[in-house]
Nanobody, 126 residues
Framework: QEQLVESGGGLVQAGDSLRLSCAAS??????????VGWFRQAPGTERQFVAR????????TYADSLGGRFTISRDNAENTAYLQMNGLKPEDTAVYFC?????????????????WGQGTQVTVSS
């Protein structure tokens, strides 16, 4: 099955930046034909929507709580999506996942996404 592989996480200090990558492998779906979402999950909490980008990158959607600190983008030639995170805060600490949307409409519901990666840990110290 096609899988998305996240990378780029790490341990940073508050105020630092990180760029996460989400790379598609396999041939089950054509990356450029699917919207991609980023989610995060902290211990003991539910998976939370972070951002979504449309197939051609023209439409981006973000969680209201981010305050404009994150930017989602994609390079279809490289079959990769990105999440640029600036001004990181300790409350951003979580495992970050990417997945492909399986619905046409813009959705923030994890149930509307598939082909989840294994996640990448982001830890922000104060």
């Amino acid at each position: 099955q096609e899988q998305l592989v996240e990378s780029g996480g790490g341990l940073v200090q508050a105020g630092d930046s990180l760029r996460l990558s989400c790379a598609a492998s396999g041939r089950t779906f054509i990356f450029s034909r699917v919207a991609v979402g980023w989610f995060r999950q902290a211990p003991g909490t539910e998976r939370q929507f972070v951002a979504r980008i449309s197939r051609n990158g023209g439409i981006t959607t973000y969680a209201d709580s981010l305050g404009g600190r994150f930017t989602i983008s994609r390079d279809n030639a490289e079959n990769t999506a990105y999440l640029q995170m600036n001004g990181l805060k300790p409350e951003d600490t979580a495992v970050y996942f990417c997945a492909r949307s399986i619905v046409m409409n813009i959705s923030r519901d994890p149930a509307h996404y598939n082909n989840w990666g294994q996640g990448t840990q982001v830890t922000v110290s104060s």
